[in-house]
């Protein structure tokens, strides 16, 4: 192994340490992402992506794309020119190789981020919904009510469709959505909903 490492060129050599660090990094990142070891869901390039209501924000540039571009140019280097290629046509080739992995990480990010915002923007499937008054709504106020949101038992802001105060335990009935974490709620009394 030693004399094999001895017969590689300099050029190679930086490559091969590289790949290897770069691969370090980029593992360590991904686990971290998978156990949930970051503190923020989103892509942490040193910044938050920012969303106005409308939607992810592609981000080209960030923590895992430059490692993931790191990785995959250092490998392609390390094996084109361990192949016999010249250095420039190495370069170029582990370039494209390395710009390709930062969009496809990019685009994986930016999907992923998509897909845990359409689960978050699915409070409008509670409308119709019946539940109950989790924490009192004050009248005129907001407070939590305890209601199916897609399937699972959530606990949503909600104000009362009339501005009354309900108490919590009331039993309630999802009529609309004020915005993206309020819902508006009536109290079912007798058989069913006014």
């Known amino acids: ?13 930086g490559f091969a340490v590289a790949a290897v660090f770069f691969s370090i990094l980029f593992i360590w ?3 971290g992402a998978l156990l949930g070891l970051h503190g923020d869901s989103h892509d942490d390039a040193g910044h938050a992506d920012h969303h106005d209501g409308d939607g992810a924000s592609f981000t080209l540039i960030s923590v895992r794309s430059v490692l993931a ?4 140019f250092s490998w392609a280097g390390t094996l084109y020119l361990m192949s016999g290629a ?4 190495a370069m170029i080739y582990s370039f494209i190789w390395g710009v390709a992995a930062m969009f496809l990480v990019s685009y994986v990010v930016f999907r992923l981020v998509q897909l845990q915002e359409t689960g ?7 409308i119709g919904e019946e539940g109950f008054v989790y924490l009192n709504l004050p009248p005129e106020g907001v407070g939590k009510v305890r209601v199916m ?3 699972v038992i959530s606990y949503v802001n909600a104000r009362s469709r009339k501005g009354e105060s309900l108490a919590a335990g009331t039993k309630i009935k999802v009529v609309g ?10 109290p079912i ?4 909903a006014n």
Do not use: C, H, R, Y
């Open 189 to 192: 009394t007798g058989e069913g």
């Open 29 to 31: 990142q991904f686990l």
């Open 120 to 126: 978050t923007a699915s409070i409008w499937s509670a």
């Open 1 to 13: 192994m030693e004399a094999w490492w001895e017969g590689l060129t300099p050029l190679i050599k």
């Open 149 to 151: 949101v897609s399937g």
């Open 86 to 89: 010249g250095v420039i046509l």
């Open 69 to 72: 571009f790191g990785t995959l």
């Open 177 to 186: 959505v004020i915005d993206d974490n309020t819902i508006e709620v009536e």
